[in-house]
Structure formats: structure tokens, C-alpha cells
């Protein structure tokens, strides 16, 4: 990640972190709260993990009701453990969380739910089902979606041809391997397809997936075509094709489509494509709010999805105010 665009993030994390807390604050201090509804976050140093921050926050401003207590993990599964540990011992009356991983959450998500506190788990899935409800996007159909665009990109079902890069989120959360398993349901079936990578980690994170791709590019003559498990990563990896005077001859899928991010690189020719995985914050609030209002809810709220192509993502923009 260049130098600048280090420093605008830090900038924009950093103000999102400050608002969060203050809004913690001022509700720990609100005498008229029917309500203590935790939330627990996995990480607030990645785009999308921000403006999921920042949907839950503004959707709990609309129930005077409510005081929304935040946490953030930090990027660590420890942290996050801790954080929802804390809640507990706090006894509100609902646990949202969204896992940094599926496996190391599960333990501390059962010790809150033998508290006879109900979760709702946001995004990322854990191994149990005891919890209330599920929300978020079904990450194998975008991915299936984004196998089935890449195939049309690199000439179509059956005849298909092109080397791809793909770069994964974390080995140790489920949208990852969805992500993959969705893609490659479509991308498999064709002989002229070859996949270069075995299960690169970007973590997330731009600038690793920047330099997976710098590596890439280093070791391949040809590549034709990356996927990104989302858009900073494909991002990232444009930028290290950019650099290498290589971009103009590859295209980048990446998914998540915030307005200021995806759908902005999509509309300047940078990426070719992203699909929206919209934050489950404000839908799993809002559900919480109707579960302790002893009205029943779904096992699984699935949110939907939407192919953002250069024919798209201008007006997306506009109806975003960019």
C-alpha cells in the first residue's frame, strides 16, 4: 500500500474508533436505556469492518431504547475472546458478534449463551448452532457469482482461457473458503482455466495482497486474471500490477462494494468487477431489538448480493453522494 493511502486510512480508522467509543460512552451514561446490547467486532483496521462499525452505530441511534456497548478485537482472537468474556460478566441482555475466527469464538460464544444471554452472530459463522439467529451474506453464492463473471471474462463457458491469482481472506474463517468454493464451482469446469496459487493469505489486507501479487507477477509471464476474496486485496494487487507496468493486461474481481472503495474502483477502470457483501450490522440490531421485544425470529437472515460493473457503479456512486 502506498505511503498516502496508509496515512488516509489511518486517518479515517482512527476518527471511526473515537466516534464508537464516544457513542459507548454517552450511552453508559443514559439514565432512560431499556436495553445493554453488546456487540463484539473482530477488527476495525479494515474498510469494510469500519463502515460495518459505522451501520450499527447509526441504526442505534434510531431506538433511544438501546445503549449499544462496542468492542473491538484488534485482529485478535485472544482480544476478542476477552472482549466477549467482559460482556458477559456485564450481563447484556444480547450478544451480537461478528468472529475474527469461526473456531477459536465458538467456545466463549457457548459460555454466553449457557449465560442465558441470546447471540447473534454477524458475518462469519461459528460451530455451533445454539446461537438465536445468523446474519449476513451467503459468501458461496458470491462467490459463485464472481466464478461465473471471471468465466465470461476469460471467454466464456467452454471456452474459457487464462491463468488466475487468487488471493484469499483468512485461512480461518468460513467466507474465505465459501468465497473459494463458490468460484471455483464455475471456474473448475473449465480445462483452459489455470489457477497459479495454492491458497495465498492476504489476510484481508491490502498491502499483503499487494505483495502476494508483486511475487506473482515476479514468477508469471502471463496472468490473466485476479481474484481478490475482497475488494482492498484486489485492489492491492492492481496496484502491484500497476507498478510492474502489467495492469492493462489483467482483470481484478474483488467483492464487498463499498461506495468509496469497490464500486469507486470498479468506476475508475480499475477493477473489472465487485460484488456486494453488505455489513449485517444495522439487520442483526435491528433483529435483536425484535427478539427482547418477544417478537420471533428467523434462524438465518441471508442479505442480498449485486454484481458492480462499469455499467453500474456510476450510479451507485451518485446515489451515495460521491
Not at 124 to 149: H, M, P, S, W
Not at 195 to 208: A, H, I, R, T, Y
Not at 214 to 237: F, Q, S
Amino acid at each position: 500500500m502506498k505511503r498516502r493511502d496508509m496515512l488516509k486510512f489511518a486517518v479515517v480508522t482512527t476518527a471511526l474508533f473515537t466516534t464508537t467509543s464516544l457513542f459507548a460512552t454517552h450511552g453508559a451514561l443514559a439514565q432512560d436505556k431499556k436495553w445493554r446490547i453488546g456487540f463484539s467486532q473482530a477488527t476495525t483496521i479494515e474498510p469494510w469492518r469500519a463502515q460495518f462499525n459505522k451501520d450499527i452505530i447509526a441504526e442505534a441511534a434510531k431506538h433511544p431504547e438501546v445503549e449499544l456497548i462496542i468492542t473491538d478485537g484488534e485482529d485478535k482472537t485472544e482480544k476478542q475472546v476477552a472482549d466477549v468474556e467482559n460482556l458477559i460478566r456485564q450481563e447484556v441482555n444480547a450478544l451480537l458478534i461478528s468472529p475474527k475466527e469461526s473456531a477459536g469464538l465458538t467456545g466463549v460464544v457457548q459460555q454466553a449463551i449457557d449465560a442465558k444471554i441470546p447471540v447473534f452472530v454477524l458475518d462469519r459463522n461459528v460451530e455451533t448452532d445454539k446461537y438465536v439467529q445468523f446474519v449476513g451474506g451467503d459468501n458461496k453464492l458470491i462467490g459463485r457469482a464472481a466464478g461465473e463473471y471471471a468465466v465470461e471474462l476469460l471467454g466464456g463457458p467452454g471456452k474459457a482461457q487464462g491463468n488466475v491469482v487468487e488471493i484469499w481472506g483468512g485461512m480461518g474463517t468460513q467466507p474465505a473458503h465459501d468465497r473459494h468454493d463458490g468460484f471455483h464451482e464455475f471456474t473448475d469446469k473449465e480445462p483452459g482455466i489455470k489457477n497459479l496459487l495454492d491458497q495465498q493469505s492476504g489476510d484481508w489486507k491490502q498491502d499483503q495482497a499487494y505483495n502476494i501479487m508483486a511475487t506473482a507477477l515476479r514468477n508469471n509471464e502471463k496472468i490473466d486474471l485476479v481474484y481478490g476474496h475482497n475488494d482492498p486485496m484486489a485492489y492491492g494487487a492492481y496496484l502491484a500490477a500497476k507498478d510492474a507496468g502489467r495492469e492493462k493486461d489483467i482483470k481484478f474481481i474483488g467483492i464487498d462494494a463499498l461506495p468509496g472503495e469497490g464500486v469507486t474502483w470498479v468506476n475508475n477502470g480499475e477493477l473489472s468487477a465487485t460484488f456486494l457483501y453488505a455489513t449485517p450490522g444495522a439487520e442483526g440490531l435491528r433483529q435483536a431489538i425484535k427478539y427482547l421485544g418477544g417478537e420471533k425470529v428467523e434462524k438465518n437472515v441471508v442479505l442480498p448480493t449485486l454484481k458492480v460493473t462499469k455499467e453500474n457503479a456510476g450510479q451507485i456512486m451518485k446515489d451515495n453522494g460521491l
